[in-house]
């Protein structure tokens, strides 16, 4: 399955952004959701994930509160509303996607089999 993100840009801290991903099927059916960062020499790091069979949406520690994940009125498309942005949210976002993962692994990268291009979201302080 290909994925496309968007969304990413630059902005000043304290602003907002709202990114997409986007599936080239025609819904997203029974696949779990991620969306990963990673900055420049550090690993990919998950910040949400969304399974899509029940709605349920995980949110890393570090972005609770700031970042929503939410799926799309299009059964293909998934946001992630970013908010409150700070210097280290600087990173590529990345979304990925998988059907066969087990409940409790969304947080690894290693589970996610299909993965988008990524969009560069810059924070300026």
């Known amino acids: 399955v290909q994925l496309q993100a968007s969304g990413g840009g630059l902005v000043q801290a304290g602003g907002s952004l709202r990114l997409s991903c986007a599936t080239s099927?025609?819904?997203?059916?029974?696949?779990?959701v991620g969306w990963f960062r990673q900055a420049p020499g550090k690993e990919r790091e998950f910040v949400a994930a969304?399974?899509?069979?029940?709605?349920?949406?995980y949110h890393a520690d570090s972005v609770k509160g700031r970042f929503t994940m939410s799926r799309g009125k299009a059964e293909n498309t998934v946001y992630l509303q970013i908010s409150s942005l700070n210097v280290d949210d600087t990173a590529v976002y990345l979304c990925?996607?998988?059907?066969?993962?087990?409940?409790?692994?969304?947080?690894?990268?290693?589970?996610?089999?299909?993965w988008g291009q990524g969009t560069l979201v810059t924070v300026s302080s």
């Open positions: 990925a996607a998988d059907s066969g993962m087990s409940r409790g692994s969304y947080y690894s990268p290693t589970n996610y089999a299909c």
């Open positions: 099927r025609r819904a997203f059916g029974s696949y779990y």
């Open positions: 969304i399974s899509w069979t029940d709605g349920r949406t």
